[in-house]
């Protein structure tokens, strides 16, 4: 056990050890004086009352820096109740914020200011405390200047270290330092000269005198701050006469004078010794400025002895808000909150306000919230000191700050504008346990950028929040240095992104900031002083934002009874009217979003959707991207790129379960019972903007990218593990040269072998969809039996040999071309099929026929790699038949990339080239598709979609197939439900190809829309009962979206707008084009209606509805709506040829004729009796019932029979072809045709069947000017 005279032993043994450490050579600066430990123990007594503090411990600057991890402070002669009390008292405003913790440390160290340091750049005006050991910033309330460079004990001080580990923290001094030395020797009596007579010398037009050097005595009313511009700090300072309001400005800007902003005190005297006159270069202003013996001494009337000048004290006083009224102030903000009318410059308001800072908002735009009510805005004054001391907690007096109410709509809080002529003044240090983030005034961008463009408060803010946003969203990707750090030659990603804007903004830039003005100028000029409340002119929000937003703005126009035309909607059943609705969308552009939307995101593939996708840090958007003249998207080394979209189709895909009874209830949304949505966007590359490009990133990941395990070929067997690094390390880096060849022998290397790759060229002929295969991966657990895979696979040609290279960055361009002009003799052993499955399926959205691509196999040096890894699709015996290709599996590690398309090829490479030629696959047009004589079943064309249906699925497709696929998430569509396509070559165009496609395929394919011209490969070519050809979507299919749609159609499933009406034709030429045409239009007779029923059926079962229910009974039909149907069969002749035209519904009406009026009567009319039929006595079909006595019937039979009905119309139809006769060719027959009073004998073909689309009337100048027409034509076809 150690006594009481032990325990001081230690602790004289512990202050001897940090003495020897800490300061300089324990000897007193003069050698007179008694060892400096010795004073400083002869302090700690003096503090302690005569006791030493043994229960603190000396700690030295370097311990402080590097053992310190939290915030702590020390207060060397506290009871724990003063430290209780002190502390809560700093809780008043944050109570939920901790009290600093308390240590128990000594420190004894000099005050400087740097300059002794060798390191030039210390020396800005900072205040440091340092021993031997190491220096670090610190910040005090009080300052006086002769304390800088003596040694002190400082009995109250807090230590903060930054929230970044990495950097270095700063010492609050909390009280005043105790001197270990002697204060020096206090300064003679000196002439000064006042502000009063000083003034005259600065406004009269006498040159100044060079030599001539002044002592000015005066009161501090003013204290400009630190500022640095091109490597120069200084400031300016006011000193005011004590009798007048005459003051005069000093400019302080020698290295050792730079502390003075740290004793200045506002309100004190003091006297400035040294100053000569200057004037500014621009404004030509005259001011005092320190030479380099310049002092600041404290006034003392008794020291000094006026030196006149000879001038009476004159000019004119300047207002200046006195500290009194601050608090006052400071009340005033409470009601202070008018709005103002919008849309006109307001004035800011200056004042002076204390508060507590409560939040920092955003250290590097100098923001920080006061009482959590109010922004103060340092940026203007450019924050040199780093924001030490504004912690949370802590208190600062603001004296002539612009006041700005709202100054962007967007931003919450009331702004405190501090400009170069206000002074901020840090009143007490937080006592809360908050961290301090420093701010960079170097590369600091908000800075950089405000000062560029000369930016006012709001456009400040708006720029403020952008660069938030951004960094929020993609400093996870690339690190804030890489996004913000820039140069004048190097912009980085956000200089990139917000140059541009500002430049829109502010146009009308003003010319760059006159700083002198602003601090000296007699009437007040800042950018501060005018503001508008702005309204940001475009945004760049977290994407998951901007889907959120999407999906709202798609539910807000989300209008069935716009989605489906009334006529038609009216006629629906329950069941048909729903599935219409199910799937719609809606795009949205940049302009849909107020305001404007610009799309950001960092360019992603994604294996499990094998889509492209933008990220940021919140989401990620699935994206198409095209180019715009037409060729795929292959931009492989745009992987890991932060792109830039201003123009763009962002589109909504909605996916609504609902139960609308019938086409009445459109308008209650009640019914919809289920929204989904599906949020993609799309958008040309030439629109894309890339601001950060990850050159570096591509090598990197090829280097680090041998995280598993390789498949290889094993005698006959499929696959073996290598999973230990080193079984990869001997696959991988091979050493035996096992392949000869000059440029293999350095490969063996190991040294090498670590970034060396193997890389191979090859031609895509072929590639197939996505689907699920029968292929088994190697590491799947065990139990469970072989599942099907998710895959896709290509054919490509090898194009020249593998090729080594010692670093992926030392690829060429395709030097392999160049030699493959002789490698004919075996080209069928060059073809491969390529199987792309778990993460290489990220290939899947890069990967296009005729696209010359490279494989590179990171960290390899084996050229036979690719070889190796073949597998036989066939037992091997079979492999003699040489035109099946090997199968190669591709790897998870390998990289591709893409390098051009064949048709890009130079001259040089032809022979490359020619080799090529006569594989490539036809593409054939949508007329050939069609025509009888089309032979194949795959076919490949490209197409606009005119229409986009949501149908049933036909009943004879197998779900089996597609039940698995269901179970991914994904599918949106129910799995009984099919995509019909209508795809023609252009708009208005005849010819039209249906293509189905099952909903299952459906969640890999984007941007199949209205407008979109799309690529279809390895269609199923199919032709249905009725003698018609559509297109099945298979497994092998692919489709590429080639033009995105021009414009926004609002209506998903109507038909592609109001284009240029069908081609006018005659009947008897329709029976040469049958194959290529769906619509056409004619000028016709009407003969006679052949039959004519108007019925209502049942919304549900579509059984009879008759007086208000369903006459269905068993089972009994619970149904109450009934729809209303229509149909005809009109005969029409127009002189070249009969037809049978089929209406329905509302073209009912308009073959008889009827006003809208008069059809809604009678349809009511049927309502009471469910059905009405008539026919014609022609007409020889069964079923239709006519009931002679109803006065319905009766009234519709006279009205077909009328020569009202019998009159010329313009027919637009498309062909019926139920009946598949007019296949056959059929003996012409005579017939008489009656033209007005001219009767006429003509030969005609069989009849057609025709399906009515529109009936026009036709007027009388309309028809002599289509009969010219029609005459015009059929010369020359004579
Ligand atoms: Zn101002
Ligand atoms: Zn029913």
């Not at 598993?708 to 001997?730: F, Q, V």
């Not at 492999?879 to 090997?886: A, E, G």
């Not at 707008?1057 to 030429?1069: A, I, Q, R, Y």
């Amino acid at each position: 056990m150690a006594g009481p005279g032990a325990a001081e032993q230690r602790w004289l043994q512990a202050a001897r050890e940090f003495a020897r450490r800490a300061l300089p050579d324990g000897e007193g600066p003069r050698g007179t004086e008694p060892p400096l430990l010795d004073l400083v123990l002869r302090r700690l007594r003096g503090a302690g009352g005569g006791d030493l503090p043994l229960g603190y411990s000396f700690i030295s600057i370097s311990d402080l820096l590097h053992q310190q991890r939290v915030p702590c402070c020390s207060h060397l002669t506290w009871s724990t109740n003063e430290f209780k009390d002190w502390a809560q008292q700093g809780q008043g405003a944050l109570p939920m914020q901790n009290a600093l913790p308390r240590s128990y440390l000594i420190l004894v160290a000099y005050l400087t200011d740097g300059r002794q340091e060798n390191e030039e750049k210390l020396a800005n005006g900072c205040l440091y405390v340092k021993d031997n050991t190491g220096i670090i910033p610190c910040e005090l309330l009080h300052l006086e200047l002769e304390w800088l460079g003596s040694l002190f004990l400082f009995p109250s001080w807090s230590y903060i270290p930054q929230t970044d580990e990495s950097a270095a923290g700063y010492v609050e001094i909390l009280v005043d330092p105790v001197p270990v030395n002697l204060p020096k020797k206090v300064p003679d009596t000196i002439p000064v000269t006042y502000p009063a007579s000083a003034k005259p010398l600065l406004t009269s037009r006498i040159p100044c005198k060079r030599r001539s050097k002044l002592t000015v005595a005066g009161e501090l009313v003013r204290r400009g701050p630190l500022l640095c511009i091109r490597h120069k700090s200084f400031f300016f300072l006011f000193l005011k006469c004590f009798i007048s309001a005459v003051w005069v400005p000093v400019l302080v800007q020698k290295p050792n004078q730079l502390t003075w902003h740290h004793s200045l005190q506002l309100g004190q005297r003091y006297t400035i010794t040294g100053l000569s006159m200057s004037s500014l270069k621009k404004s030509g202003q005259k001011i005092f400025v320190t030479g380099v013996s310049s002092c600041l001494l404290p006034y003392c009337a008794e020291q000094v002895g006026e030196q006149q000048l000879g001038n009476s004290c004159q000019g004119e006083s300047t207002q200046l808000s006195s500290l009194e009224t601050a608090e006052k102030l400071s009340d005033s903000l409470e009601l202070g909150v008018k709005e103002k009318r919008p849309g006109s410059t307001k004035e800011s308001k200056i004042i002076s306000y204390v508060g507590t800072v409560t939040k920092i908002l955003n250290v590097q735009a100098g923001l920080f919230l006061l009482d959590d009510k109010v922004c103060l805005c340092l940026a203007y004054q450019q924050l040199l000191s780093s924001a030490r001391g504004l912690r949370p907690g802590a208190r600062v007096e603001l004296i002539d700050i612009h006041l700005l109410q709202k100054p962007l709509v967007s931003f919450p809080f009331i702004v405190l504008g501090a400009c170069l002529s206000s002074t901020v003044v840090l009143k007490s240090f937080s006592r809360l346990s908050t961290p301090y983030q420093a701010s960079a005034s170097s590369g600091n961008l908000y800075l950089q950028l405000l000062f560029r463009y000369n930016l006012d408060m709001p456009h400040y803010l708006w720029l403020v929040s952008l660069l938030e946003t951004f960094e929020e969203r993609f400093s996870c990707f690339f690190g804030c240095r890489r996004l913000l750090l820039s140069s004048k030659q190097n912009p980085r990603a956000a200089e990139k992104f917000l140059v541009p804007l500002l430049q829109a903004a502010v146009p009308d830039r003003k010319e760059a900031r006159d700083i002198y003005d602003e601090i000296l100028g007699e009437a007040h000029q800042c950018p501060l002083q005018k503001y508008l409340t702005m309204t940001p002119p475009c945004q760049a929000p977290f994407l998951s934002a901007v889907c959120c937003v999407a999906e709202q703005k798609s539910w807000e126009c989300f209008s069935p009874s716009q989605l489906l035309s009334p006529v038609e909607a009216q006629h629906m059943g329950t069941q048909e009217l729903n599935r219409r609705l199910a799937w719609s969308y809606c795009t949205l552009s940049a302009g849909s979003f107020q305001p404007r939307l610009i799309l950001l995101g960092v360019l992603r593939t994604s294996s499990r959707s094998s889509s492209l996708q933008l990220q940021d840090k919140s989401s990620i958007l699935p994206c198409v991207i095209s180019h715009k003249n037409g060729s795929p998207f292959a931009h492989t080394a745009l992987i890991g790129s932060l792109l830039q979209v201003e123009n763009y189709q962002l589109v909504v895909e909605r996916f609504f379960q609902t139960d609308f009874p019938s086409w009445e209830h459109l308008e209650n949304l009640d019914h919809v019972r289920e929204k989904k949505y599906s949020v993609y966007v799309q958008f040309y590359f030439e629109d894309v903007q890339v601001l950060h490009a990850p050159e570096e990133q591509i090598q990197k990941s090829l280097r680090s990218g041998n995280g598993s395990s390789l498949r290889r070929k094993h005698g006959s067997s499929l696959t073996s593990k290598l999973e230990t690094p080193e079984a990869k390390m001997l696959k991988l880096e091979d050493p035996k040269p096992n392949t000869h060849g000059a440029e293999n022998c350095q490969g063996g290397q190991s040294s090498t072998g670590r970034t060396s790759c193997v890389s191979r060229i090859f031609l895509v002929t072929q590639k197939e969809g996505l689907m699920l295969r029968n292929y088994q991966l190697p590491r799947k657990e065990d139990g469970e039996g072989p599942e099907l895979q998710r895959s896709f696979q290509a054919t490509v040609l090898w194009l020249g040999k593998p090729q080594l290279w010692s670093h992926p960055r030392e690829i060429g361009n395709l030097p392999e071309l160049k030699e493959t002009d002789c490698d004919e003799e075996d080209m069928t052993q060059q073809y491969a099929l390529l199987l792309f499955m778990g993460k290489s399926l990220r290939w899947f959205p890069f990967l296009h026929r005729d696209g010359l691509y490279r494989f590179i196999v990171p960290c390899c040096s084996d050229l036979e790699v690719f070889h190796k890894l073949c597998l036989p699709p066939v037992p091997e015996k079979f492999l003699s038949r040489s035109f099946c290709p090997l199968c190669l599996p591709v790897q998870d590690t390998w990289h591709l990339q893409h390098e051009m398309w064949i048709s890009c090829l130079p001259e040089r490479q032809l022979a490359a080239r020619s080799v090529l030629t006569g594989m490539e696959q036809r593409i054939s047009s949508i007329p050939e598709v069609l025509s009888n004589g089309f032979t194949g079943s795959l076919v490949s064309f490209s197409g606009e979609i005119v229409e986009r249906t949501l149908c049933a699925s036909p009943k004879n497709e197998k779900p089996s197939v597609t039940a698995g696929l269901q179970k991914q998430k994904g599918i949106l569509l129910a799995s009984d439900h099919s995509v019909k396509l209508s795809v023609s070559v252009a708009p208005g165009s005849p010819a039209v190809v249906d293509i189905y496609i099952a909903s299952t395929y459906l969640q890999h394919l984007w941007g199949l829309l209205p407008g979109a011209k799309v690529l279809f490969q390895n269609l199923e070519r199919k032709i249905s009962r009725f003698h018609n050809v559509y297109c099945t979507y298979i497994a092998s299919s692919c489709v590429s979206i080639i033009a995105l749609p021009t414009s926004y159609l609002p209506l998903s499933s109507s038909s592609a707008g109001e284009t240029s009406p069908p081609s006018l034709v005659f009947l008897s030429h329709l029976q040469s084009h049958l194959q290529h045409l769906s619509q056409a239009r004619i000028l016709c007779h009407v003969s006679y209606v052949l039959t004519l029923s108007l019925q209502w059926v049942c919304s549900l079962c579509s059984s009879i509805f008759k007086e208000g229910r369903c006459t269905r009974d068993s089972p009994p039909c619970p149904s109450n709506i009934g729809v209303r149907q229509a149909s005809a069969r009109v005969l029409v002749e127009d002189g070249t040829g009969e037809a049978l035209v089929l209406c329905r519904n509302q073209h009912v009406a308009a073959i008889l004729g009827l006003s809208l009026l008069d059809w809604e009567a009678l349809q009511n009319c049927v309502q009471s009796r469910g059905s009405v039929s008539i026919q014609h006595e022609e007409a020889t079909g069964v079923g239709c019932v006519e009931e002679p006595e109803d006065f319905i019937a009766c009234y519709l039979r006279s009205l077909c029979r009328s020569p009202l009905i019998c009159r010329l119309i313009l027919l637009d139809f498309s062909l019926d072809r139920k009946p598949s006769k007019i296949l056959q060719p059929a003996p012409l027959q005579l017939r008489n045709f009656r033209c007005g009073e001219v009767e006429f004998v003509s030969q005609v073909g069989p009849r057609l069947s025709l399906l009515c689309l529109n009936v026009e009337e036709v007027e009388q100048d309309a028809l002599s000017y289509l009969n010219s027409k029609r005459i015009k034509r059929t010369s020359s076809y004579c």
